[in-house]
């Protein structure tokens, strides 16, 4: 088995960058988007019929593949690349990430006083393999009050966040019993991500 000291992460959340280095992971991070040359495209549009434990693997998958490819595009060493794909669901809906703090307001209504289901896969790319795996954690939010949502979308925390919500940050408090993986609901299941490390000879932790 090739030995890896470094990974590419393709992607530009904070969390999962944060996630790695919590667990001491080598990495550079492989940015997909913002680039005129690229010509890989991960098109996040639900299929019809798609359920959401398909959709996010789907995705994940793809953001993988997407990624080892653009390491041949760009001339770069070619290293594992980790990917993963987050998706909030509610009675077999996908719950997305909200358009403005009117549709975060909407998501919040539909969460508040329920439970919901984080999906996380986590995929690593390697020449022509790829491994994945998938995390699903259920959550229960305490009922909100209008004012409470108010205050919250003041933060301005429920943008670019599947569910308008980061359980790490001031939404925490709605969270009244997690069963499953709270890095997960972060962003990246350090358990599965850690699976995937041995697999493709990094010497995780």
Not at 140 to 148: G, K, P, V
């Amino acid at each position: 088995m090739i030995k890896h000291q470094h990974i590419y992460l393709a992607s530009q959340s904070p969390r999962r960058r944060e996630l790695l280095k919590q667990i001491g992971v080598h990495y550079e991070v492989l940015l997909l988007r913002d680039d005129p040359r690229r010509f890989v495209q991960v098109d996040e549009t639900p299929h019809d019929g798609e359920i959401p434990v398909d959709y996010v693997q789907r995705i994940c998958r793809e953001k993988a593949r997407a990624g080892w490819e653009t390491l041949a595009m760009r001339n770069l060493p070619l290293l594992p690349v980790l990917a993963a794909d987050t998706t909030v669901t509610l009675g077999g809906r996908i719950i997305g990430k909200p358009d403005n703090n009117e549709h975060a307001a909407e998501i919040l209504r539909l969460l508040s006083g329920s439970q919901h289901q984080v999906l996380t896969a986590v995929a690593m790319a390697f020449e022509d393999r790829l491994e994945m795996r998938l995390s699903t954690t259920t959550i229960t939010f305490d009922t909100l009050s209008e004012e409470r949502m108010h205050h919250y979308l003041l933060t301005g925390e429920a943008h670019d966040k599947a569910g308008a919500y980061g359980i790490q940050g001031h939404a925490g408090a709605f969270v009244k019993h997690i069963d499953g993986s709270y890095t997960g609901v972060m962003g990246l299941p350090l358990y599965e991500t850690v699976e995937l490390l041995k697999l493709f000879g990094y010497p995780a932790p």
